[in-house]
């Protein structure tokens, strides 16, 4: 069923054919893993007599009497309007845009709606219900007097013609499939059989069953993203790696002269980097931590390990303001320190660098110890003489290939990727389950949180008071805009416009900057330059501000439009402010419409708390939307969902630990199914294994 095209099913030619492949469906498998959106309980109908308002009921109605009307207010915009009834009473439907409904819509037509009633002066209503006609000989089919599976529908079919489809092809594989999921194990975790599974997941005999079925297919889609986690960790334990000098006079020194103390969450998190990094093993360790809880200086203390012990360290920053940024403060940090006699050489590198040439040979002749820069780290060119140990800034903001190119460039060399949106550890641990993890979890002394409030349009005068008060105060403030030019179709002011008028009007007694992504680099950084040394007051900016811009005289900020952004987005910018020992707020203009909007304000008003943000941005977004394309496999998962299923993401991990433990490499007789199966998910697994 894997490698059977659909096009052996009957009725698929190459259009049907090609609309199927636009859903990423192409053999029979894919098929069958097509799941339906939701179920229709079509046992038995709701009265229409008993419809109330606001709720949502299947209904099954015969057609009294159907019309069109072309709408008032645009001519190409139609209302197709019915009426229609089942033994108990009468109904109104209301269909917008789908003229073509009116040559089916005859009286004595029998249709299912499926939709949410609304009750006009008494009368009842469904606006754009969904439908589907009956045929007479429908009676006792795939369509009525169960529970029915309703699709999302690849182009030019119906919910019938897919049922009827898809029960086709489970009545002609499902008696030969074989599963992949070996028999101990499904038995150990009550799973149902695959073949039992995928029936009842399109036709669920009941409830039960298809709760069953539901279960059995989430975990061995948890369980195919974890067995390539697991053995990937596995592996990496197996290769050798570099054992640092961690106690050395270079990192004493370093935090000797620091201007603080390192909070314990620094100092447990360091504990952990310095054992992994003594030891023989590759590290490969992911830190979270809440924005500003003091990563950088972690980080850098572990390239000073891999520097003391005579090796490079290679810092990469997703941006090349935040580059410089970490290049400026780690170059001050160092400088006065001394090793083997020698100051210690920092080298940066971005994409267009001149002296890019000059840098390459210095790193290639071991005279640069650390080298910080964006992805331009990733370029052909740089070689370096001995690369013992990476910093991955922001990891999500690199692809997971791209995570991967860096060590390639050393001999197994440590690891340590950093993210600033932390999610709960258990889930943190399944999903990036080929990492260890490390995990700040408090900020530095004395940090007062962050004020945040909400402002409508309307009253948005207020925000932009507090924020003249700091200015006042002879402290700065950024504005940020969700986009350069203003957009007058969506209504929405722009950083460039705004910046003109806010210089001419309520901030014309400060001094104001404009950054954003259009500028080119050089006048990006003299603006941040500016701003940096206090000769400017107020920042106009776009979301370029959003990582790692550390200002810590820069108390107010203030969000335009701040239901165009993001939560995890929002809790980022909002990390530029606080970072200092006096009071800071945010002040997030809104009037925010939609549900998830509103959600996203109101979270940002209530906590400050990184941990609480990303899993509430995870529950509003959903896992495949929170993580985005970059998490490999993640964006895969259909029916399974790590926040409502975190329990059986951990069994079917623990299951993967177990399988692997004993089998490794998958050669018994009973894994050879789940083999091929993790193979077709993820090709680059097979020479992966094969040089085990
Ligand atoms: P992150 O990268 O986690 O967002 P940073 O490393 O940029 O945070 O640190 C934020 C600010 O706090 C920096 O100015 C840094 O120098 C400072 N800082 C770091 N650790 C401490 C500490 N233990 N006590 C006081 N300030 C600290
Ligand atoms: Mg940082």
Redesign the pocket.
Known sequence: MQATSIQYLKGIGPKRKKSFSDKGINTIEDLLYYFPRRYEDRTNFSNISGLKDGEIYTIKTQVLAGGQRNSWRRRSFSITEAVLVDKTGKINCVWFNQPYLKEYLKPGVSLILYGKVEIYNGRMQMNNPEFEFLDSEDVDSLNIGRIVPIYTLPKGFSQRSMRHLIKGALDEFMPKVKDYLPFDLRSRNNLLNLAQSLINIHFPQDLILQKQALLRLSFEEFFIFQLPLVLRKLKRKEKKGVSHIVNGKLVEDFISRLP????LG?QKVLAEIKSDMASAQAMQRLLQ?????????VATLACLMSIQGGYQAAFMAPTEILSRQHYA?ITSQLSGLTFNGRKLRVGLLISQDKEKERIYQEVKEGKIDLIIGTHALLQEGLRFKSLGFIVI?EQHKFGVGQRALLPKKGNNPDVLI?T?TPIPRTLAITLYGDLDISV?NEL???RIPVKTLHFSQQDKEKGFALARQELEHGRQAYIIYPVIEESYALDIAGAKKMFAELKEGGFKNFRLGLVHGKLKTKEQEEVMLKFRNKELDLLVSTTILEV?I?I?NATCMIVAHAERFGLSQLHQLR?RIG?GSLQSFCVLISDAQTDEAKARLRAMVLSSDGFRISEEDLRIRGPGEFFGQRQHGLTELKIANPLTQLQLLKKAREEALRLISEDNNLTLHQHIQLKERLFQRFPEYESFMAVA
């Open positions: 603080f103390k390192l909070t620094q931590g809440d924005v500003g809880s003091g990563k950088t200086v403060k800034d950093m600033a700040i530095p002394a004395g790692g550390d810590p990390g970072r």
